[in-house]
Each structure stands twice: as C-alpha cells, then as structure tokens.
C-alpha cells in the first residue's frame, strides 16, 4: 500500500504505506500523528463535531502542544486518563502505577473497585471494554485474553461508547469528563466499603452510579 493524501471538510490527512495517520493538517498547522491518533490542542477544536473526524483518525483533545511536549486534560483524579474522539465514538485509555499512589487505601483495593464498575457498564451496555493479548509464557507462546493490563505495577485498561455524531467535540470532552467523575465517585465508595468502612449500602451506590450515568447519555 502506498502513502495516500486525504481531504476531509476542514482536515487533510496524510495515511503512510500502513494506513496510519503520519500527519493531519487542521486550521493551517500541522500535527504527528501516532497510529491513528492526533493530538489537537482543544481551543482549535471549538465547533468541530464528530461526524467532521476523517474516517481513520481518532483525535485526542489536548491542553496544548508546545516545542513537541504534548500537555495532556485532565479528567479525573484517581488515574490517568486519555479520551480519544472519532465518528461518533469515544475511546478512554485508563492508566496508573503503583509506585505513584499517594492515598491511604491500597491501590489494589481501587483498581478492584474501578474494575467492578466497568463491569457493571458494560453488562448494562453503556461502554464496550478492549481487550489485551498478554504472554504468559515465553518458552510455550501461551497467549491469553485479558479485560486489562496489570503487572501488579502498572495498569492499563480502556473501553469506548457510543456518541451521537453531531456531538461536538467541546461537548465530548465534558461529557468524558462527567463520566470519568461519576464513576471515580463509586469507585471511592466501592474501595473504602472493600476495606470494610462504614458506608451506604452497595445495592444503592450501584443504581445512583447507573442512574447518573444514564443520564448523562439522555441528555447528551
């Protein structure tokens, strides 16, 4: 396959011999792409909607690019987040490290709980999880499907859902966020009643998590 050039309403992008995105001209700048990810700082993203996005490009909204350091949104306080935006579709990256945790329950105990949640999104059909092709064993090339990543260190796990496509990108963005706050709100719950605090009954945390979640796409 050869490198091809393609012009979208207000997007030109350039697809190396891969069909990855190598580079993506937007309001007369030029930005790298990675895989099919580009990182657009947001302020040049007012009033883009989704159905904009060039098939094959995923765009992650960004605080700002400068001297090539990119400087990331931020949208929640537990983890690290990445929101990736294409035609109609959001793709959240969720990532953290044990050596970085600060809070005073274990970080087992939450990346249990966040799990928990997620697990709860998709059996009511909110979020579909990715998976992960992890080696378990070098000598027998036993491959194995994982919902996430988890070295006992590093964690990684991501998910998308489902927007309508003449959402715009600013509205995405705080539609994430949103999301990203009602879920960490039970994970908290879910982690301290784990570590056997008292708190409010699990069945109910649960339907206020589904409930606020549920909104949040009938009013989107």
Known sequence: MEKRIVSYGKFRVLFN???????????KRIFEGEGDIV????YMLRRVKLLEIPEGVYIQPV??????VIYSLK???????????GR??????VMSRRKYWRKCLSFDLYI????????????????????????NNLENEDFKIEEFYWDEDFYNVSFEYV??????????????????????????????????????????????????????????
């Open 88 to 93: 109609g579709l959001c793709i959240v990256e």
């Open 63 to 68: 605080l700002e690019i400068r001297d090539n």
């Open 17 to 27: 011999q891969y069909g990855e995105v190598e580079k993506l001209e937007f309001r």
């Open 112 to 135: 249990e709980a966040f799990n928990d949640a997620i697990s709860k999104l998709e059996r009511q059909g909110f979020i579909t999880r990715h998976t992960f092709l992890s080696l």
């Open 75 to 85: 949208y929640g306080k537990l983890f690290s987040y990445d929101v990736m935006l």
């Open 39 to 42: 990182p657009i700082p947001l």
């Open 163 to 220: 927007l309508p496509i003449d959402t715009t990108i600013l509205k995405a963005v705080k539609f994430a966020r949103n999301f990203i706050k009602t879920i960490e709100a039970y994970v908290e719950h879910r982690a301290y009643e784990k570590a056997n605090f008292p708190t409010r009954e699990k069945s109910s945390f649960d339907k206020i998590m589904l409930v606020k979640i549920d909104n949040l796409f009938r009013k989107i």
